[in-house]
């Protein structure tokens, strides 16, 4: 335990592993108070000594037992309201896909294509998937090492699916509008007889002898995949093992993360669509500062198996792509149970691309749109520009009167349980960043998180679910900054979807996005909400001048 010694304080953690008399831990005890805020008298102190000193015993047997990363615990977070009721009518999916994409006389152009175009052209077989995985390998081969944004090629298994996807194409088989459509994975998925480095230095040559659940949907669906893209390490910012991701429009700038390379590599042209993961924030930041649309889906809408877990009760799987329509696309391929991820619920996605927008009942978080921030131009032109659409938002409030703040120690301690193998061998000292606000810090802070503020905080974001929930009632969609107030904190502890997309640019050229709110599992509404305006506004269609082709 050399590395909790270091903490400059002498915790709870500390006093039951380093003191071997019982009877001297009486005033070990007292300190140990101070930096938990309790008060205990002396008697109470002579009376817990022993057994504290006695679970000695539980606390190693439980760390001689091995624990993968991919065991989850027991608790499973229920996102569901009391009094909520979950749709099972599911309609007839109206995708949106053009049916008169012409194809360009440089196919190389073709990299920054939608999803919906692309289909388009692979149905009707302008293009083969082969031809079109080819153009997106020579593409990351190019430029992956200038963004840092690729762990490893998949290159033979891309072209064996590619050929599949054609083959079935000549044989009257075609399995939607992503056969034969070239996409990169978050390398914290695992995929069979490839590395799954969680893009840290002690994982980085793992390999996981199995496929995730969202590889393998993305398969049946004929996805093809081209690449295994970078991570902050363990699902936090953009510095891995490797280098640190860049922002296509700005390369001495990071991606930000931990989404990092799905967001780097679908800017760029590297892939036609990618798929990140967020805890709390890690498909909205790096799809912000990458300038595409990404999906946080409600907690329980995808599958978690075979995908790193950071925090049981926080962690989801979405789409990055170039805009909203193409989201809903790859979502309705990666959505669903499969029997193994025990928190998914399965509900429908009645996703109609040319909705009629005109009745639903929209709001915005005035409160954040009204503070002084360095975004707030484009934002209040976002705004603007929804008010052009026929929709008049009206002022909502983001719900009060909880320490929500403090609730993020749900992360820290369950970030902790996943990773505790690695501070107790302190193999964290391998991971590249060292910082104070880095992982191996936190992971021995939340050491000494009790179990009793574990369980209160969970009791209050119980109270948290129920409010919003009250709030959302009301409302289809609700607009915010994607970085408002705590907006973010509070919707990925409740498990609400967001849609996060391109609103123009700062200052200094980097993109800037809007973020867009909807019902628990209703990704459908606020994807076609969304889709209404990109159609309305062209910051979908803006693309890195290092990388576009002529």
Known sequence: MRNLTKLAFIGFWVMINSCSAPQQSVDDIAETEKVLGLSFTQAERDSLRDGVYEMKDAYKALREFELPNDVPPSINFNPIPTEFSISQNQETIDYGIPTDVALPENKETLAFYTVAQLASLIKSQKISSVELTTIYLDRLKKYGDSLQCVVTLTEDLAMQQAKRADEELANGTYRGPLHGIPYGLKDLLAVKGYKTTWGAMPYKDQLIDETATVAK????????????????????????????????????????????????????????????????????????????????????????????????????????????????????????????DQTIVDAPFNFKANRDISTLKVGYFKEFFDADYSNKENDQASLEAVREMGIEPVEVKMPDGLPIGALRLILSAEAAAAFEELTLSDKDDLLVRQIKNAWPNVFREARLIPAVEYIQANRVRYLLVQKVNELFKDYDVIITPSFGGNQLLVTNLTGHPCVVVPNGFNEKGSPTSISFLGNLFDEATILAFVKAYQDATDHDEKYPPLFVVD
């Open 217 to 340: 949907k993305l398969e049946n669906a004929g996805g093809v995949l081209v690449a295994k893209l970078t991570l902050g390490a363990l699902a936090w910012g953009d510095v891995w093992f490797g280098g640190k991701t860049r922002n296509p429009w700005d390369l001495s700038q990071g991606s930000s993360g931990s989404s990092a390379g799905s967001a780097s590599a679908t800017s760029a042209g590297l892939v036609a669509f990618s798929i990140g993961t967020e805890t709390l924030g890690s498909i909205v930041s790096p799809s912000t500062r990458c300038g595409v649309s990404g999906l946080r889906p409600s907690f329980g809408r995808v599958s978690r198996a075979g995908a790193m877990a950071l925090s049981w009760s926080m962690d989801k799987i979405g789409p990055i792509c170039r805009s909203a329509q193409d989201c809903a696309l790859v979502f309705d391929a990666i959505r669903g149970s499969d029997g193994l």
